[in-house]
C-alpha cells in the first residue's frame, strides 16, 4: 500500500509559517507563531539555499526598509548546535545585517536535512524571489535528493508539470545565454524559443545577442530562430525531368565527359560541360565544331 506524498504548502504550514498565497494569512494575524528575536551573528547561512543571486539595488532597497520600518516578515530557522541555521527568509536576513541590525525576528523549528531544500525552494517560489536559472536548478536538485519525476516534483509542490518541464528545461542553455536569463535580460520564452531552433552554443548566444540589441518579441524571436534553423538544415535535392536526363546522358556519351543540364526556370537553364585541362577543353572544342558543321 502507498502513501501519498503531502504537498509541499501543507508542509510549510506545518512548520508554523504564514502563507504568504493568503493575503489575510500574514505575520501580523492572531494565529501566526510567536518569532523570537535572535543575535544575527548566532545564524548560519543554509547550504541549501537555492538562491544564488542577490542584486545589489534590491538588497539597499530592502535594508533601507528594515531601517525604517524593522522587519516585518520573521525568518525560519533551526537549531544548529549551540547557534541556529537559516532556512527561509536569506534576503531579509542579508539586508538586516547591512541594515545594522544586531537581532531579527525569527521562528525556531525543527526542520529535518531532507526537508531544508524543499521548505526553502517553496518560501522563495512564493515570493518570487529565484530568477528563473535558479529555480530551474532548485527543481533538479529537488528531483535528484528525493529521487522523484518531474510528475512527482509538481504534485508535491502544487505546480503544473510543464512548469517543472519548461523550467528544467532552460539549464540546456549555454552558459552566456543562461546569464542572460539569470540578470532578466532574456525571459524564459525567449530562452525556451532559442533553445527550439536547435542551434549550436555559439550561433545560439548570437541569436540571442541579436535579440537583446533589436528587442524582438518572443513571438520574432521564435520566428527568427525557425528561420535559422532552415537555413541550417541541407535543401532536398530537385528531381530532374526524365527528358532532360536522358539528353545529359546522351551529351556525356558523345562528348565523352560530365554534361549537365540545370533547369533555373521554364524558360531558362544551363548547359554545363565538364573538362579536365587544356587538351581535354580542345578535344571537346573540336567535337563541338564538327557537330556544328
Known amino acids: 500500500m502507498s502513501v501519498k506524498k503531502k504537498a509541499l504548502g501543507r508542509g510549510l504550514g506545518a512548520l508554523g509559517l504564514p502563507d504568504a498565497r493568503r493575503p ?20 548560519e547561512r543554509n547550504p541549501k539555499q537555492p538562491r544564488e543571486v542577490f542584486t545589489e539595488a534590491g538588497l539597499e532597497e530592502l535594508a533601507a526598509s528594515i531601517r525604517k520600518n524593522g522587519v516585518l516578515q520573521p525568518i525560519l530557522v533551526r537549531p544548529y548546535g549551540d547557534k541556529f541555521q537559516l532556512v527561509a527568509g536569506e534576503r531579509r536576513w542579508t539586508a538586516a545585517q547591512r541594515a545594522g541590525l544586531l537581532k531579527i525576528p525569527a521562528v525556531v523549528r525543527e526542520v529535518p536535512d531532507e526537508r531544508l531544500l524543499e521548505v526553502a525552494l517553496e518560501e522563495n517560489i ?29 504534485e508535491r509542490l502544487g505546480k503544473d508539470r510543464s512548469t517543472i518541464a519548461n523550467s528544467i528545461r532552460l539549464l540546456k542553455l549555454p552558459p552566456d545565454v543562461g546569464k542572460f536569463v539569470s ?25 540571442a545577442q541579436t535579440v537583446l540589441e533589436k528587442g524582438w518579441s518572443v513571438r520574432e524571436t521564435e520566428r527568427q530562430a525557425k528561420l535559422s534553423l532552415q537555413q541550417r538544415l541541407p535543401k532536398p ?29 521554364k524558360k531558362a537553364g544551363e548547359l554545363r560541360i565538364h573538362f579536365f585541362g587544356s587538351e581535354d577543353l580542345m578535344r571537346i572544342y573540336d567535337l563541338l565544331i564538327k557537330i556544328k558543321e
Open 24 to 43: 489575510e494569512a500574514t505575520a501580523a494575524t492572531p494565529t501566526a507563531p510567536p518569532s523570537n528575536e535572535i543575535d544575527i551573528d548566532l545564524i
Open 126 to 154: 512564493k515570493r518570487e524571489q529565484l530568477n528563473p536559472m535558479e529555480e530551474a536548478r532548485a527543481y533538479l536538485r529537488l528531483m535528484q535528493e528525493t529521487q522523484e519525476t518531474q510528475e512527482q516534483v509538481a
Open 237 to 265: 535535392p530537385k528531381t530532374q525531368d526524365p527528358n532532360e536526363s536522358a539528353a545529359a546522358e546522351r551529351l556525356t556519351e558523345k562528348l565523352k565527359t560530365k554534361v549537365e543540364i540545370l533547369t533555373k526556370s
Open 183 to 207: 540578470v532578466g535580460k532574456l525571459s524564459p520564452g525567449h530562452a525556451r524559443a532559442l533553445l527550439a531552433s536547435g542551434a549550436t552554443d555559439a550561433d545560439m548566444l548570437r541569436l
